[in-house]
């Protein structure tokens, strides 16, 4: 195992880490990084470079879990086993709740998974999904309630969960960016932006663990004992990326907004094509 080629996986990680929560499609940076790196430098060499996207996607999973572990314990109905006596007359956020906002794409996704993988996995329509998920989010800051109805993850109606479930399925379309479209989503729909930022990343662990898992089994026969540092030093850089990434989002989200997300995506989308188109 070179230095090099964990020096490798660590950037790797960091881009997914890095992008995979925040509103700008880490889906389409991935892909770009593959379609301008990975694929014309050979970057992973002996590496499948779909098995080692599962692994730093599933890095950036543990971080949500990390970081919205009470939340998952409230979830799961696990609180009385750490907490002891729970007090079951406040209002929390229900599963159920949760379970409603992923149906839409869950239904979408199945139906559309041939074709999106057969048409829309390219830098061009990433640029595409880059630029119309810009323009959402611009709209969602315009019409931004200034005094949102639903300022806590606790607060959310069944109403809300279901109509963020729906506009989620835009970001189907790679580039669009899944968090991009449940925060615009959700802020469409009444509630603070940290509130639909909670929300969002709350329903990306079922949806997300349940993408991976299933391609994980399809290419278990890509892991080797070879390979374990190399995905290991993915994994993990993901991971603290991640983290770091969803703090300072959180932290950060009710001043700046999306608008400057929106800003970058649109740049990004200026300087990709006038350099490779």
């Known amino acids: 195992m070179e230095i090099m080629e964990i020096i490798k996986a660590i950037i790797l990680g960091l881009v997914e880490g890095l992008t995979e929560f925040a509103p700008v499609s880490s889906t389409g940076h991935m892909i770009i990084v593959d379609d301008m790196w990975l694929k014309s430098a050979d970057f992973l060499g002996r590496y499948p470079a779909n098995t080692f996207k599962i692994v730093i996607q599933l890095g950036s999973i543990f971080a949500v879990v990390v970081v919205f572990w009470r939340r998952f314990v409230d979830l799961l109905g696990l609180n009385q086993f750490i907490r002891g ?35 829309l996995f390219s830098t061009e329509t990433v640029l595409i999904g880059l630029l119309l998920g810009a323009v959402l989010m611009i709209i969602a800051d315009k019409y931004a309630s200034s005094v949102p109805n639903t300022t806590t993850v606790d607060q959310i109606t069944y109403r809300q969960a279901l109509s963020v479930g729906v506009i989620q399925c ?84 009710d001043r700046v907004k999306l608008l400057p997300f929106a800003v970058y995506r649109i740049v990004l989308v200026v300087i990709i094509y006038f350099l490779f188109f």
Do not use: C
């Open 85 to 119: 006596k729970v007090n079951n007359t406040i209002q929390r956020l229900k599963l159920s709740q949760v379970i409603v906002g992923l149906i839409p794409a869950g239904i979408f996704g199945l139906l559309l998974e041939d074709f999106i993988d057969e048409h």
């Open 170 to 253: 835009f970001s189907l379309w790679p580039g669009f960016s899944r968090s991009g479209a449940t925060i615009s989503g959700g802020v469409l729909m009444g509630m603070s932006h940290r509130a639909a930022a909670d929300f969002t990343f709350i329903m990306a662990v079922p949806i997300m663990a349940g993408a991976s898992g299933i391609s994980l089994i399809k290419n278990w026969q890509y892991f080797s004992v070879d390979a374990l540092p190399f995905f290991i030093a993915g994994f993990i850089s993901a991971f603290i990326f991640a983290l770091v990434s969803i703090k300072f989002f959180l932290k950060l989200i």
